[in-house]
């Protein structure tokens, strides 16, 4: 007798009066949720396989289909939830470590949603975008303060590696492998657009991309796929990536099966064979080795690029943060615990790290007590869902910010959190051909060029608000923030004021 | 009932009217002309704080430092006279002469002292005389509750008070008192800032600026100027902006022409028109000092020993005239603050936003 412990949490809806049998549904979904009866001679859906990714939804010609939450049950308890009982249920069956993907979902302050915004009223004055200049441009790197003159009395202008950006919101790490080629494609497209930066992640440089490489950062990280000469130096910026705030203290692993020739010869391993990324980096077992690993990649590319440190947000992270800026980094990006991944273990991602707006908010504020803030740039990520939170994200002490999830829906993710399936439907985080041919590259480049371009207009209208005519003026600006809900503790973490204060 | 928080405690939004009235040739007038400049644009302000600067005012103690301080109560006193004897020679000290004015009530104490820093101290602290003073008047401000430094310059001082400013000119006898560089500000906080200590100009060594405004970078500012060992007590724009200044033009030797064109930058798309060499420049100022950017509406008069600079923010949303009759220069709020101690210019001009106006002395004084 076969028992099946674990059912679907959603259903597959389908209205038949609308359904025209026209087997879109089947052809579409890779999970095989949706099949033809030919007794019946009508479309059914299996929903144990359904991962709700909304694919058949919103391909449905007729408007037939629809996904709804099961109202099957288990016995009403507040310390067990379904996710409690049927995981148990899955490891009992298994003995397997549960995996998952995208950020975190479960239900921890969002600080976002308790931090709201200022805006001028009479004693200065807002200022109109549409009729003022309203300037997002934006440079990373050092900041040097001591000034020198030539003979002529004019500055001699040489300064450590920049990267200039139109508005400082860039494209995070997502390597080729965990996302298909077109994914690829199209993030670096909209950066040299938009006039920004994408990341290549862990996975290398596809030949194809290096002609984009003015707006590209190249990862390094523990893994080192991908990593040669030309690869550096065909960056705009070398990122180290140390960790990844859905998994921090973790590596990476990436199944055999989306090791394609492609993918293979881009990292430069075998076809077939999974790409596993090692916790730590084994030359970098202290912040003395790190240094070393800046050094290096500076020499290698003749200190013209700038080097980001990107770590995890962790408990300790102002002190981290401190030893990083102190070890040469250029630039340190911070990964909150809500930031997404194509896997990761789901304890991990659900339990280890911190807030992003916490981390942030104590790395600004140690630096600048210790008197470091101008020696580097602080991106943060994990997450940014909107302007509002890129806004709220500088006026914390962001310099600019990576969006990563958010581009990725802009792409058509529908976060189903199932990316380590390798079977997206929507064509992004899969290396099954038929599957990644979904997703054009021109029209993907164009959501995102439109994503940006519509958050830099409503940052503008923001800022004009605020009647700062400049993003250097928003930056570390608390003053701006004001908390709704917060306690004196955080309250003091963030370095801002409460609500009506 | 709760005690009103006082200034430093809480940020104060104010609208304000400034004048500055300077002879390029050295020549020495009395505060009454600024006393009169500013005393026309009465509206501008509410009565809750007004103060002068004065330069070249001390000529017989030029090269001492000059401190003018406030004391809340004889304990502050004590303790801050105790820091300035350790720290300092005294070569003079006295009360500041007041006269009384019904208007002007809750004065504290206010001292003047003329001072050299002791030569042991000066050798132990490894700093440069000007830092060495710097460092010891942020100390008293920020440590001393009760004591405030109100100007702590060579051969010149700050006088203000809580009041309109023509009867604060009257309660310090600035007719009495002649310098080749006067400003004057009238202020209209929107809060009551609760102590004298708030009003303007706002000086450190031989610094003093007078503001109109309200700046929307403030926070960006302060937080990256309190990097540099200095302390933003009072919380208002004057003080963020000439803690900039003196960072930027004393510390670094940035000239103020440069030094303007930090704080009140051009725009991306005026630089983007410039040649080569200027857009490096000023791409160059734009991305390493950042920070200083000051956004938001403001006019200010920074006055140091050897002249003065006018300067509105990038979009001019505050009133600035400046003009110009013989040796004489005059920078105000409204032009009628210059016509009334001259009335026939040579020439009035209108800066443009962020663009710096700047006089200096023409022989040595």
Known sequence: MIVNLIQSEYEVIRDQNRCINCKLCEQQCSNGVNYYDKKLKAMLSDESKCVNCHRCVAICPTNALKIVKSQHCFKTNSNWSHHDITNIFRQAQTGGVLLSSMGNPKEYPVYWDKILINASQVTNPSIDPLREPMETRTFLGKKKLDIEFDENNNIITKTKPQMELKIPIMFGGMSYGSISYNAHKSLACAAEKLGIFYNTGEGGLHEDFYVYSENTIVQVASGRFGVHPNYLKAGKAIEIKMGQGAKPGIGGHLPGRKITKEVSKTRMIPEGNAAISPAPHHDIYSIEDLRQLVYMLKETTNYEKPIIVKIAAVHNIGAIASGIARCGADIIAIDGFRGGTGAAPLRIRDNVGIPIELALASVDKRLREEGIRNEVSLVASGTIRSSADVIKALALGADAVYISTSALIALGCHLCRSCHLGKCNWGIATQIKSLSDRLDPKEGCENLVNLINAWKREIKEMMGGMGINSIEALKGNRLMLRGIGLSEKELEILGIQHAGE | ?365
């Open chain 2, 1 to 365: 009932m709760d005690r009103i928080k006082k200034e430093g405690e809480i940020r104060i939004p104010s609208g304000c009217a400034i004048s500055g009235i300077f002879s390029k040739q050295g020549n020495r007038f009395s505060g009454q002309t600024a006393i009169d400049s500013i005393r026309v644009m009465h509206n501008r302000s509410n009565g809750l704080g007004g103060g002068f600067a004065g330069y070249g005012i001390y000529p017989e103690y030029k090269d001492y430092y000059a401190f003018h301080i406030f004391y809340m109560d004889s304990i502050a006193k004590k303790e801050c006279m105790d820091f300035l004897e350790a720290h300092f020679d005294m070569i003079n000290l006295s009360k500041i002469p007041t006269r009384k004015i019904p208007s002007i009530t809750d004065e504290p104490m206010i001292w003047r002292y003329f001072l050299s820093p002791l030569p042991t101290k000066l050798a132990e602290s490894q700093l440069e005389e000007d830092e060495y003073v710097a460092r010891c008047t942020i100390s008293v401000n920020s440590k001393i509750k009760g004591a405030f430094i109100v100007s702590s310059g060579k051969n010149m001082g700050v006088f203000k008070a809580q009041g309109y400013p023509e009867d604060v000119g009257d309660f310090y006898k600035l007719d009495e008192y002649r310098g080749y560089s006067w400003t004057a500000h009238g202020r209209y906080p929107t809060n009551t800032p609760g102590w004298w200590g708030g009003a303007h100009p706002f000086s450190l060594l031989n610094y003093s600026v007078v503001h109109n405004g309200e700046i929307s970078s403030y926070d960006a500012n302060r937080r990256y100027i309190e990097m540099f060992g200095y302390k933003c007590t009072l919380q208002t724009d004057t003080e963020v902006i000439t803690y900039m200044i003196d960072f930027l033009n004393r510390k670094k030797k940035i000239d103020l022409k440069r030094v303007a064109h930090i704080l009140a930058a051009p725009f991306w798309s005026t630089i983007d028109r410039m040649n080569d060499q200027q857009k490096q420049e000023y791409k160059y100022l734009r991305n390493n000092y950042e920070s200083f950017l000051v956004t938001g509406p403001f006019s200010i008069i920074v006055s140091y020993e050897n002249g003065l600079m006018a300067l509105n923010d990038r979009l001019k949303l505050r009133s600035l005239v400046v003009g110009e009759k013989d040796d004489m220069v005059y920078m105000a709020s409204e032009e009628e603050a210059i016509r009334v101690v001259a009335p026939k210019l040579d020439s009035i001009y209108f800066p443009k936003g962020g663009e710096p106006y700047i006089v200096e002395l023409e022989k040595e004084v």
